[in-house]
């Protein structure tokens, strides 16, 4: 079909009647969208995960009465209330069994089904509305196409094969009569197992199914009008921003602007398809095109945030002059399965940081065995909680005076690392501690702000 757009909704867009009301209004606004993939109600992911890492038999009862109560209230408003109401009992039936499963012994593959429930239970609701304001809508289960690695908890798609099994399965159901309702998030490896692709990760499965089936826009349609200067929730005076490049908001997503998965932009990019974000609530206000060329390209674009983030110092007076240290620390970091994100480095030092990262079972911790090896060869200082806050442009580096504007505005605050020169998208400032907000928006004013 020509011009087909893939709208994604987020767990706000869907999270109760009302707001899966306007988000319908959205899809029917729009001739050209005829696939929808949708999160898990807003708070669902969460309270999944919680059963998922083990807890008592209480909590595990309270959460399932606040997971029938949040489906219960969209139920109350549709037809057919006995055959939905009984769908979602099998749902959370099945997540009390997994519960128990978790508190005797828990894992990232228990983790993944656990958490599936919630966009299984959502996009069936979904169905339900569209069919209650009369239009026609199909249930599709995202993960007969959706095919990953059988890395649990933060699984990587295999494009080749989503593309032969949307085109076979997915592309013949679409028509200008019906709407396809999929789930974002969840995926299955070769052996059918259910897997997820992390955290937020929703934008990034509608993004690999535009990419499959070649569509000509992929809509994100979340709580905020597109993408701002910063997350408007910190920073009161962020506006938002009409076009970016592929680049800029992969940057920010990457360095933790929430509204974007970091990985949507890739397969959109493969593609050239441009990507539309936008309030589901209040679309009349337009939002941001993410494009390979927008017309503008500002020094300074945007800020972005990522608190709790590892910083580790490595030091070795034998550093001086020798070769193959690097390559030492960073096997150690690739065994034990660590992503170095910023690296600095000094005469006899290195500093390097983690990120908590956006894997589904939220663990990230750094094992102690790691360190040990570490210890072998070098002193290792590790701290912890530190935030980064990224300055993300173009061109920074090109024209003098440029970064001076940032060096004022954050001078300050106490800075433990800077990192700059990588990218020329990108200038990092690791802070000591305190309040990120106030150096958030000293950085605003002074970058972004007329
Ligand atoms: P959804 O559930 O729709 O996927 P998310 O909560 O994942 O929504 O992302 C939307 C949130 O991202 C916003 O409510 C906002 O607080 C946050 N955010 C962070 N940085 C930005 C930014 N630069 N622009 C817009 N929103 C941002
Ligand atoms: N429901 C999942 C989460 O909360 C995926 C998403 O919303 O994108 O992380
Ligand atoms: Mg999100």
Sequence with gaps: MENLDIAKFGGTSVGNFDAMTSSYKVVVGNKNSRIVVI???????????????????????????????????????????????????????????QAKVAQKSTNDQLTDSI??????MSSFLFVALFKHY???AQWFDVRTVMRTDSKFSCAKPVCDEI????????????????????QGFIG?????????????????????????????????WTDVAGVYTTDPRVVKA???????SYVEAAEMANFGAKVLHPSTMIPAVRKNIPIFVGSSKEPEKGGTWVRPEPQSQPHFRALALRKNQTLIVLSSPVMVGATGFLANVFSVFAKYNHSID????????????????????GKHEISEAMLNELRQFCHVKVETGLP??????NKMSENAGVITKAFDAINKFSVRMICYGASRHNLCFLLKDGDTTEALNALHQALLED
């Design 134 to 136: 009369g239009t026609d």
């Design 115 to 120: 958490v599936s429930h919630g966009e299984l």
């Design 342 to 361: 910023l690296v600095s480095t000094s005469e006899i030092s290195i500093a390097i940081t983690l990120d908590a990262g956006t894997t589904t079972s």
């Design 388 to 393: 980064l806050i990224a300055i993300i442009g």
């Design 163 to 182: 593309k032969v099994l949307a085109h076979d399965k997915l592309l013949p159901l679409i028509n200008d009569k019906t709407i396809i309702i999929t």
């Design 39 to 97: 999160s898990a109600c807003s708070g669902v992911t969460n309270l999944l995960v919680e059963l998922a890492n083990g807890t008592t038999d209480e909590k595990i009862d309270e959460i399932i009465e606040k997971l029938r109560d949040i489906h219960e209230q969209i139920i109350i408003h549709l037809e057919n209330q006995h055959e939905l109401r009984n769908y979602i009992e099998g749902h959370l039936k099945e997540i009390k069994e």
């Design 238 to 244: 962020a506006k938002p921003i009409a076009e970016l």
């Design 188 to 220: 299955s490896n070769t052996m059918g197992e259910t897997t997820t692709l992390g955290r937020g990760g929703s934008d990034y499965t509608a993004a690999l199914l535009g990419e499959a089936l070649d569509v000509a826009t992929i809509s994100i």
